[in-house]
């Protein structure tokens, strides 16, 4: 197996919570620019120009990169950060804008708004995106936050197109046998109940290394 690291960092949760301040306005910049790229009808002077500023601006951010991918991190306080996560990392442009809410029973939901961006069959939302939503929200279900779970098997019903604009995801375990967690969950968008999952979770024998580095 390739190794897979969860890195502690010396880092206080302020400073966790600061960075993520810094970083998210702009992780939301990049998500309209990526927006206003598919639908832009602008002329090719101004197509040349948004070229060179987005060219230059990331050669400035990309002076500093030092890793190529940014990790699960946590501190000792039990703050962790997956700022690259594709399916929900807080500075990541690419992932769905979703923020997931835990209810007191353990169930879990999220409101969130797919746009241009996130486009299958037309005006709608592509399928895969779909799956990803769902893999992540089922997982963190499974996880309660407290023990690493990876999706065994994820079985999803397209029962309905799912318009672009808002939806709701929403999970809870369905029970528990030994190492698997049974997750169902469900996407509804304008038009009503469009998916259906469920899907089978398991915490691994092995535990995830733990390595801690001076930051
Ligand atoms: C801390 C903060 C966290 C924070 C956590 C945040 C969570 C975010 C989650 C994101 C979700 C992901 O994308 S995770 C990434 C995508 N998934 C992966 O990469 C997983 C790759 N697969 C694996 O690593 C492995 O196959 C495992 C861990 C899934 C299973 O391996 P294993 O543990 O060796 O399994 P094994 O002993 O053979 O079987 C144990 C039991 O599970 C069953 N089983 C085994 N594999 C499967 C399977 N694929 N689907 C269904 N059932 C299975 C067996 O029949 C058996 O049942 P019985 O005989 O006992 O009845």
Known sequence: MGEMVFRQVDLSTEEVDALEARYVPLTEAVRELVAATILSNADDDVVAEALAAVREV??????????DHSGVNYNGAGRSWNWGNAGSGERNAIAPP?????????STYADLVLGAAYEGPPGHVHGGVSALLLDHLMGVTASQ???????GTLTLRYRNPLPLGPIRVEGRVAREEGRKVFVEASITGSDGIALEADGVFI?????????????
Do not use: C, H, Y
Not at 58 to 67: G, Q, R
Not at 98 to 106: E, W
Not at 145 to 151: E, G, L
């Open 58 to 67: 990331t050669a400035k951010l990309s002076a500093s990169v030092e890793t």
């Open 98 to 106: 979703i923020d997931l809410k835990t209810n007191p029973d353990g």
């Open 145 to 151: 936050m407290s023990r690493p779970t990876f999706t």
């Open 203 to 215: 915490t691994p024998t092995w535990s995830p290394s733990l390595e801690a580095t001076q930051n």
